[in-house]
């Protein structure tokens, strides 16, 4: 888990920039289980999440869903389209009421050219991503479903970037994690209960109750374990 610490408040900016709509920019709050985009449409803006989270799916040929990334506040999606890509490969979808910065292409470039420090925040969190995408990849390819599931609640929990010794995940579904690591929800069950009675996991009244999934930094035994 990589961090790259930047004293350029990219928040904070694109909060200003969000507030001047004749430069190309909107944002606006998007209620749970809103569609931002598609897969398949046409690609003419990035978007930035300001507070919430949005899943990002993707449906093959023969119908089967699955869930390639979970972003949080502080992500990008759809940047792809700076770079020509024409159509959405997946679908963006919000898990909870958000607040969402829609920049259209035109206007990002721009901002990227005029406007250095950002552009190198912008590079920063783009590297820190690839980077991620590389270690969900050798997850997928060579991790059992019970190191997956490990992995993607520890990020979930933030862990890493916080020295507390557990975290709280906000509600989230076992049909979703198992969308996540590319398994059965029946399997996330087993593992679920399992981390549950070892002490790595604790929730009440199952994944979508009010006091959330706490996480505790002792699961990431399961990841280290071989």
Sequence with gaps: MVHIRSTFNLGAFLNR????????????????????????????????IQAGKVKMTVVSEQGKEAVVAILESGSFLGESCLVGQTVRTATATTLEDSRILRIEKVAMLQMLQKQPRFAEAFMSYLLVHSIRVQEDLVDQLFNSSEKRLARALLLLAHFGKE????????????????????????????????????GFIDYKGGLRGNGGLHVHSSLLNVVLHD
């Design 17 to 48: 920039a969000g507030k001047k709509a004749d430069k190309g920019t909107r944002m606006f709050t998007s209620l749970k289980k809103h569609i931002l985009f598609s897969q398949g449409d046409a690609t003419e803006a990035v978007f930035y």
């Design 163 to 198: 020295s507390k010794p557990e975290t709280v995940i906000a509600k989230i579904s076992q049909e979703t994690l198992a969308e996540m690591i590319g398994t059965t929800r029946s399997r996330v069950s087993f593992f679920m209960n399992k981390f549950r009675k070892l």
